[in-house]
């Protein structure tokens, strides 16, 4: 088992940025990938960003071309640099980490709010 802790999120008006970091401990040696979801009101939990330690990169549509996922050199945090932000990303923003083994653990969230 690995614990999340992510940080970062608050209040920016629509064009604005926010980097959200995330601090994993615990089993991190199992872990083979690590990423961000969001969830917004009413809508169901969703893939935002993930990167695996071979340093390969997915994001989803909504993300590409104004969010950059990185992890650093030890793999015990990624980070989510989010730039030109639409109220639309308005969400809870949940850092993941899976396991060789294939159990997930997930982070308490951090809220993300964009006004227009």
């Known amino acids: 088992q690995v614990q999340l802790v992510e940080s970062g999120g608050g209040s920016v008006q629509a064009g604005g940025s926010l980097r959200l970091s995330c601090a994993a401990s615990g089993r991190i040696f199992d872990v083979y990938d690590m990423g961000w979801y969001r969830q917004a009101p009413g809508k169901e939990r969703e893939l935002v960003a993930h990167i695996n330690r071979n340093g390969g990169i997915v994001y989803a549509d909504s993300a590409q071309g104004r969010f950059i996922i990185s992890a650093n050199n030890v793999w015990n945090s990624i980070y989510l640099q989010m730039n030109n932000l639409k109220p639309e990303d308005t969400a809870v923003y949940y850092c993941?980490?899976?396991?060789?083994?294939?159990?997930?653990?997930w982070g308490q969230g951090t809220q993300v709010t964009v006004s227009s």
């Open positions: 993941n980490a899976r396991h060789y083994g294939m159990a997930t653990d």
